[in-house]
């Protein structure tokens, strides 16, 4: 079975500068996506950003990148000029190419400080 | 983009009694629809996969009998939680899967049970 691990459970940043969250995963398989979402104190969850294995280039979306390192089962996510609606509980999780099931990792809490 | 809609938002029953919560994709048809469980502070915790026009497939430790769920329609997939207790108090959330591999999340729903 794949795992998914967050391994930071509260991140704080300063408004304006850039953080970086963590996230391992662990699969055998070759074809799968990578996502992480966002859930604000909505608890609406929100896709952040996508990846699918097969692409080499890591996504981008806006303000938002992620550093995919297929070999290190690593997927992390960078956000930059940090705002205050950035504060919320973030989800890096994995889904099967042969399977619709999404794997949520444990979570990391993102402060932005004023 | 794809939009799945939640009713109740939240929910207050009594202890003993049934509560039905419904998930519908608004704009798009389902074929597999997910339910999630989600305690404070916590990840989610996928409950079970629910097939239109199939029995839902359950997690394991999830009481099928419990948490009923059917999947009449392409749109519409509902959850009853019946005799509930005070233990079922969670925040419930579904997911909906168009064609394409991914999920797009309801708005959630809170449950207590008093």
């Known amino acids: 079975a794949q795992t998914v691990t967050q391994s930071q459970p509260e991140m704080s940043v300063q408004e304006a500068e850039t953080v970086t969250l963590s996230c391992t995963y662990d699969t055998s398989e070759s074809d799968y996506y990578l996502f992480w979402y966002k859930q604000p104190p909505s608890r609406q969850m929100i896709l952040v950003i996508r990846q699918e294995a097969y692409k080499q280039q890591n996504a981008t979306e806006n303000r938002f990148s992620v550093n995919f390192q297929k070999a290190a089962k690593s997927f992390s996510l960078k956000i930059s000029d940090s705002q205050l609606g950035d504060a919320a509980m973030y989800f890096c999780?994995?889904?099967?190419?042969?399977?619709?099931?999404?794997?949520f990792g444990s979570g990391t809490q993102l402060t932005v400080l004023p | 983009g794809a939009v799945v809609s939640q009713h109740p938002s939240w929910v207050i029953c009594k202890s003993g009694t049934s509560v039905k919560i419904e998930c519908r994709s608004l704009?798009?048809?389902?074929?597999?629809m997910f339910w999630y469980r989600q305690f404070p502070k916590q990840s989610l915790m996928l409950m079970a996969t629910s097939n239109e026009g199939s029995k839902a497939t359950y997690e394991q430790g999830v009481e099928k009998d419990k948490f009923l769920i059917n999947h009449a329609s392409l749109t519409l997939s509902t959850l009853t939680v019946t005799s509930a207790h005070p233990e079922d108090s969670s925040f419930y959330i579904c997911s909906a899967n168009p064609p394409s591999y991914e999920q797009y999340f309801g708005p959630g729903t809170r449950l207590t049970v008093t």
């Open positions: 704009d798009f048809q389902a074929t597999t």
């Open positions: 999780s994995y889904l099967s190419g042969s399977a619709r099931q999404l794997t």
